[in-house]
């Protein structure tokens, strides 16, 4: 865990990203111009904003799927365990 | 206020007892009872199948991952030292499982960015408005058809920004780890975040768009 503040996460994304890009390290000073844009641009703002949105629907609506029955026993079965009750019945054709 | 200490007491207790029932079902395990790996099984089969589903797409792939994922929980139980959850260790070889298949399926991994230079129409601006569909994603649940576009949206990532956006933003992986387990940098794998990113956004903008019957 870290103690950097979400901000200062997405200002280094953002600086690491343009390193990638750029092909080449981009230094503190111009970092800090970028850093300090970002914080001031209302559209950059937005930018950010709409990908935090984007990033917490997919991560809070993401269904999780429950393993299918036959998935489950053919599991069980290579690695030689019990099959429990529910999810006896269950053919490996299923 | 004492009413938050009972339960913050009440939740140490549960973990207590969770990380000793763990620790039961670990030893009972290593010393070869069915029953127990049986139960570790059921435990974290969800987990291990949902990442499959969300890193290879398919329902094929996410079982293989599930059996291989097992098959090597097992074999290597005795190695776990124990300072994680079982949960994350055996998050950590699924994940490992899941790259090495897709590997195997497209002979290459990750393709360098910069062969992918940003397709300038993959930026939408940032006038992006996910309220337009209603997805507070605090507050609001969405219906099951929708959950399923998500899905999809993510399925149709190339397999490098799908893997970088399923271990970070959904599996919490963190850039150093992802970096480890894929063999690239950390600033390739937050490029291909960031691309992933973009691309999802556009689609949830599309929905929207499609939501609202087109007007604009």
């Given at each position: 865990m870290t103690d950097k503040s979400p901000c200062t996460h997405t200002m280094e994304q953002i600086c690491d990203i343009l390193e990638f890009q750029l092909g080449h390290e981009v230094g503190r000073e111009a970092c800090q111009e970028v850093m300090d844009h970002v914080k001031n641009c209302p559209k950059c703002c937005a930018e950010i904003d709409s990908l935090k949105k984007t990033i917490r629907i997919f991560k809070q609506e993401m269904p999780s799927r429950e393993v299918p029955k036959d998935v489950q026993w053919r599991l069980l079965k290579e690695l030689h365990l019990d099959i429990p009750a529910h999810v006896k019945g269950i053919s490996s054709d299923a | 206020m004492h009413e938050t200490t009972a339960e913050h007491d009440n939740e140490t207790r549960q973990v207590e007892e969770e990380l000793s029932r763990e620790q039961e079902l670990i030893a009972r395990a290593l010393e070869g009872d069915a029953a127990a790996k049986t139960q570790i099984v059921l435990d974290h089969q969800q987990n291990v199948y949902n990442l499959g589903l969300r890193l290879m797409g398919d329902e094929d792939g996410a079982e293989c991952v599930l059996q291989d994922t097992f098959l090597k929980v097992f074999e290597k139980l005795s190695d776990f030292?124990?300072?994680?959850?079982l949960g994350t260790w055996i998050h950590r070889i699924a994940a490992n499982e899941a790259l090495m298949q897709l590997r195997k399926k497209k002979g290459k991994y990750f393709i360098p960015i910069v062969e992918h230079?940003?397709?300038?129409?993959?930026?939408?601006?940032?006038?992006?408005?996910a309220e337009t569909l209603n997805l507070d994603p605090l507050e609001s649940a969405l219906n099951e058809e929708l959950r399923r576009e998500l899905e999809k949206a993510i399925y149709s990532l190339p397999m490098h920004l799908r893997t970088a956006f399923v271990l970070k933003?959904?599996?919490?992986?963190?850039m150093a780890e992802i970096a480890e387990e894929t063999g690239k940098s950390v600033s390739a794998v937050k490029a291909n975040l960031h691309r992933a990113r973009v691309r999802l956004r556009k689609r949830l903008a599309e929905l929207a768009i499609a939501d609202d019957g087109g007007a604009a």
């Open positions: - | 030292r124990r300072d994680s959850k230079p940003l397709d300038s129409s993959e930026e939408e601006p940032p006038g992006f408005v933003d959904l599996e919490g992986l963190t």
